[in-house]
């Protein structure tokens, strides 16, 4: 889902756990079922469990997004809690995951991330109550990438998006932005983006190979721009 690819992380200190049970992935991030059918725990679960990775630089900006599903059946005596930590700050106290069930921790969209010196951690801490191990199923980790133009002219936007959906085009490249970055621009368009201070326009859409039969639809006159069909 979103043209995201998993790929699975194991370290000699984790064990694995895997459940055959269906686990509910609908929270709108949508892991797909195997990624949240298994998770890794700590093997010692007396210490805190350190997950680190490499930035860039000190200046490389991130979210993270950590999924959580409890997958094993606790007994009446057993309870898993505990804390998560990002660069020695708490980002969340007193966990317990749901019960095939994912939920989703994230870094607030408006206030990326840095880490100090380009190194990054992420720990889990069992709490005192807690009989069991910290539980992961995944994590992602999105660098923040600034684009020195403008994007695309929103009333533009609107109007391809609708065009797109009324004649069912499933491009591959249509996805994003229509005009920027110039290495993504969407197959069978040009754009004027020479003026990096103005938002770019559509100036051409060529649709010749797409089979089209309908009635050409209102929304190609918001493309106001547009020189070439």
Known sequence: VYDRRWFPLVAKEWNLV????????????DPPQGVMASAATYVNDNRTWDIPWISEDSTTQFHIYLHF???QTLL???TREFNVLLNGNVFYGSYSPKQLSIETMSTDSNSPERCERGICLLQMVKTRKSTLPPLLN???IFTVVEFPQSETNQ???MAIKK???AYGLSRTSWQGDPCVPKQFLWDGLNCNNTDSSTPPTITSLNLSSSGLTDIIMPAFHNLTNLQEL
């Open 69 to 71: 599903a409890e997958i």
């Open 18 to 29: 895997t459940t055959t049970l269906t686990v509910n992935t609908s929270n709108g991030y």
């Open 76 to 78: 009446a005596n057993e």
């Open 138 to 140: 995944a994590m992602e």
């Open 155 to 157: 009333d533009e936007v």
């Open 163 to 165: 065009i797109q959906t």
